[in-house]
């Protein structure tokens, strides 16, 4: 993709995140960074044990559960997501986690069903996972500490969290012991291994799990969000002058925020970097290539793939995801599946 457009496809992206939050909303929500970086900072934050979630199927593929880090919302404390099976035998092939970005909801909804079914054509099983408070997962009421009286019945979008310091943390927490509970789930019904590919706030979360998780064989980090300290929760980018300015009065605790065991960098995975590998657009407008180029060194350079896509086009790359695939089989002791694929992938990487 030309540089110019997938720039283009970002911008228009970073415009639309922001829309109807208020600039009230944001210095409103600006509280408990105390408590924040107090909970970030407590071992518990990702605990060492994990227990196996308890699967309930609601048709072949649709399964829910209990979360193991219960919120105050009742919406959010149950987990949706998916498992496509492969037709035979499905207990002993790999299984590949899909973890979704932010407010993706088409893309989770239509592209992640063709992602699996080209997984299992490639030998593998799929799972996708409703991150917190996103999907399914809305909740239906905000009660803020300054308008609890007065707040309105009403869905709450997935931006409003992250302006909530304390949720947003509580969030992040809740999203890695729900990845981890389907693993163990997973690994108990005899899968051999699993695997973690996650784009964006997906690829985020991965990288968390895995600086926690030794039972994960592998994990691929698409167009990975590093830290709190996103660009457009600075307020770069957005035209809209008050909002811009709002986001930009948030820098400081989002500065103090990457203090913490969210910041990817400050941390070291628990699986060998051979089974690490990175996705880096080019053009990526939304994120930042840097920060990604930092965590690729702290984490002593594993495979990294920089590819001519921004943010958003990657997933419109041709071949990308037979690519991903083809590197993930022999990790994933599935030797095999490397004959199912197609070759067809893009050359383009450094």
Not at 67 to 95: I, M, T
Not at 115 to 123: E, M
Not at 325 to 330: F, N
Request: net charge positive.
């Amino acid at each position: 993709m030309i540089a110019p457009l997938a720039k283009f496809i970002d911008w228009c992206v970073i415009q639309a995140v922001p829309l109807g939050i208020s600039p009230r909303k944001c210095d409103q929500n600006n509280t408990k960074l105390t408590e924040a970086i107090e909970f970030l900072n407590e071992p518990n934050f990702i605990p060492a044990d994990s227990k196996p979630a308890e699967l309930e199927f609601t048709s072949d593929i649709h399964f829910k559960f209990p979360s193991p880090r219960p919120c105050e919302f009742a919406e959010n404390n149950v987990v949706h997501g998916r498992l496509y099976r492969c037709p035979d035998a499905w207990q002993k092939r790999p299984v590949i986690v899909l973890l979704h970005g932010g407010q993706e909801y088409l893309h989770y909804r239509f592209g992640y069903a063709l992602l699996a079914r080209r997984c299992n054509r490639a030998g593998f099983n799929a799972a996708t996972l409703v991150a917190p408070y996103h999907f399914q997962r809305r909740v239906r009421r905000i009660e803020s500490d300054q308008l609890r009286s007065a707040e309105p019945m009403r869905l709450a979008e997935p931006f409003e969290f992250v302006l909530d310091h304390l949720r947003s943390a509580e969030a992040i927490g809740q999203a890695v012991a729900e990845i981890r509970a389907l693993t163990g789930w997973l690994l108990e019904r005899g899968c051999p291994s699993v695997a973690l590919l996650g784009l964006s706030f997906g690829a985020w979360l991965a990288g968390l799990a895995a600086t926690r998780d030794s039972r994960l064989k592998a994990i691929v980090l698409g167009v990975p969000r590093v830290r709190s300290n996103y660009p457009v929760l600075r307020g770069e980018g957005v035209l809209w002058t008050p909002v811009r300015k709002a986001l930009e009065r948030r820098k400081a605790a989002l500065e103090a925020w990457d203090t913490t065991p969210s910041n990817l960098t400050l941390s070291q995975p628990v699986i060998p970097k051979e089974n690490i590998l990175f996705i880096r657009g080019r053009y990526d407008f939304l994120a930042s290539p840097e920060s990604i180029e930092e965590l690729w060194q702290k984490w002593d350079q594993p495979e990294i793939w920089r590819l001519p896509h921004g943010h958003i086009s990657s997933i419109f790359t041709l071949g990308l995801t037979n690519r991903v695939l083809r590197w993930l089989a022999p990790r994933l002791d599935a030797p095999a599946a490397t004959k199912t694929v197609s070759r067809g992938f893009p050359r383009n990487a450094e």
